[in-house]
């Protein structure tokens, strides 16, 4: 399985930013489409961004568009979720992971990754 690792998680005030990473030190994380997930207490996992393994395509969930933007940094073999205007709600543990059925980013989904690794816990108080 390719099992990437999250991290950049943390406490942040309401209105705060953050900024995910995604790794993986034995892919090319380049070679898939990652889909960044959360899923808060009590919660399904809801998906809410992708960057495509075709040329870089990105997809946004309506919950999340405006604030959240995904890159990825091919030189560094990294994705990154870079998280603006943070409220409550946005509270959860947050994943990321190859969704090798897509070639790019067409829809978002709430499921269907390879794989799943532990995860990078949001918090979003004050």
């Known amino acids: 399985q390719v099992q990437l690792v999250e991290s950049g998680g943390g406490l942040v005030e309401p209105g705060g930013s953050l900024k995910l990473s995604c790794s993986s030190s034995?892919?090319?994380?380049?070679?898939?489409?990652i889909g960044w997930f959360r899923q808060a207490p009590g919660k399904e996992r809801e998906g809410v961004s992708c960057i495509g393994g075709d040329a870089g395509s990105t997809r946004t969930a309506d919950s999340v568009k405006g604030r959240f933007t995904v890159s990825r940094h091919e030189a560094k073999n990294m994705v990154y979720l870079q998280m603006n205007n943070l409220n409550p709600e946005d509270t959860a543990v947050y994943y990321c992971?190859?969704?090798?059925?897509?070639?790019?980013?067409?829809?978002?989904?709430?499921?269907?990754?390879?794989?799943w690794g532990q995860g990078t816990q949001v918090t979003v108080s004050s």
């Open positions: 992971a190859p969704v090798s059925l897509m070639r790019s980013c067409t829809v978002i989904l709430n499921g269907g990754a390879d794989s």
């Open positions: 034995y892919r090319n994380l380049a070679d898939y489409t």
